[in-house]
């Protein structure tokens, strides 16, 4: 036993001396191949584009969906890390209602000072809505069901993290002037510092990313000198990159090799959160304003905390009206179900809701459509969500 362990060849645990920016550069040096991805409409800076038009028309189609799916997980695993959707929203009048409330919302919250930053911004650089998610439904369901009645969320959150996601969203508005973020990997262990990040072995911080997909949806036109994000396609794919975004080094690499890519209103971006990224200078004189997505795995902890009980019980009589008046397609429906209630069973209290047929107990997500399914009245389903909830407790 003790020659053993004199002898094992393995080390799990890094530091920030097993970063070497040879090894990196030579990694984020690859090319992305447009006969890798068939489905995307063309390739710029190493990210493929594709059109949220096609993908509308094609969204039922489960041959293209399924290939679709496939040809993302690899974009977002091994190659750039990065997806845009041009036109993901065809109705611009909706993300500009949509605006209007988050607006509505930052000027209630907004405080005299206005020092509220972000994670990798200066104070005063932007404007915040932190859970816009939740605040966009108890301001307007009805919006919150038609924004989320978007086939790209979905299939986007699908092909990294499977069903069960969870999304959080957080408004950033960046004012003019406003200055670039410092470049980062994001949560989960890209909010942690060097010293805390030598805890966790190298399993775990090649897990991490696979926990989280992160997106924005533009609500105003983007341009280069707004600043979107800058990314720095490939790398992801270094493991010891938590500790590595965090040196000097690498961050000069960074600001000399990102892409960068204008969005126009209504288009969407996805990258795997270990991407580094940061966003840009505003020369403009106009806001940048984005919706920023943060989808967690149905296996993992998001970064917020939603009420997803008062998602259900806020947004289950928009959906009720809708099915029964056709406004919203079956598919439809189901987008926004997700984007709304609990998908994971678990955790639960086993002694109060038995596995049903010795699996899993039924899930919000369960829930909200077996009572859509039968037309139960809203009432009914409050009162079933507040007796699924009581039934979680200890």
């Known amino acids: 036993m003790a020659g053993l362990m004199q002898t094992a060849p393995y080390n799990k645990w890094l530091t920030h001396t097993d970063c070497r920016l040879e090894d990196f550069d030579k990694l984020v040096s690859a090319e992305s191949h447009p006969e890798a991805y068939p489905l995307c409409d063309e390739i710029l800076q190493n990210i493929p584009l594709y059109s949220g038009a096609v993908i509308r028309e094609r969204v039922d189609d489960k041959q293209y969906t399924a290939a679709l799916l496939s040809e993302w997980n690899h974009v977002l695993e091994a190659g750039a890390g990065v997806i845009v959707i041009k036109n993901a929203y065809a109705d611009h009048a909706l993300i500009d209602q949509v605006t209007d409330v988050l607006q509505g919302i930052i000027d209630a919250e907004k405080s005299a000072d206005d020092k509220t930053g972000d994670h990798f911004a200066a104070a005063g650089a932007n404007s915040r809505v932190w859970n816009s998610h939740e605040k966009l439904a108890i301001a307007n369901p009805d919006l919150f069901a038609a924004y989320y009645a978007n086939p790209v969320i979905h299939l986007a959150s699908h092909a990294w993290l499977g069903p069960g996601y969870q999304i959080t969203a957080q408004v950033n508005v960046v004012h003019p002037g406003g200055r670039a973020q410092v470049c980062h990997r ?209």
């Open 186 to 394: 994001d949560y989960h262990l890209g909010f942690q510092s060097i010293e805390q990040l030598s805890a966790y072995p190298l399993n775990v911080q090649r897990l991490s990313p696979h926990l989280t997909l992160q997106g924005a949806i533009a609500h105003s036109n983007m341009t280069l000198q707004s600043g979107p994000t800058k990314v720095l396609p490939f790398s992801q794919r270094y493991a010891p990159g938590y500790m590595a975004v965090q040196l000097e080094q690498f961050r000069e690499h960074f600001e000399g090799n990102f892409a960068q890519l204008p969005l126009n209103r209504g288009d969407m971006m996805f990258f795997n959160p270990a991407v580094f990224h940061a966003a840009g200078d505003n020369h403009t004189e106009q806001d940048r304003f984005g919706n920023l997505l943060q989808i967690g795995s149905a296996f993992g902890r998001t970064t917020e905390l939603v009420d997803r009980a008062r998602l259900c019980r806020l947004i289950y009589p928009v959906l009720l009206s809708a099915r029964k008046n056709q406004t919203f397609s079956d598919r439809e429906i189901t987008d926004v179900i997700a984007a709304t209630a609990e998908g994971y069973s678990f955790p639960c209290n086993l002694d109060l809701t038995p596995p049903v047929d010795g699996l899993a107990p039924v899930s919000q997500q369960q829930l909200m459509s077996d009572h859509l399914a039968s037309g139960s009245a809203a009432m009914e389903f409050s009162d079933a969500i507040d007796q699924w909830v009581v039934l979680r407790r200890t």
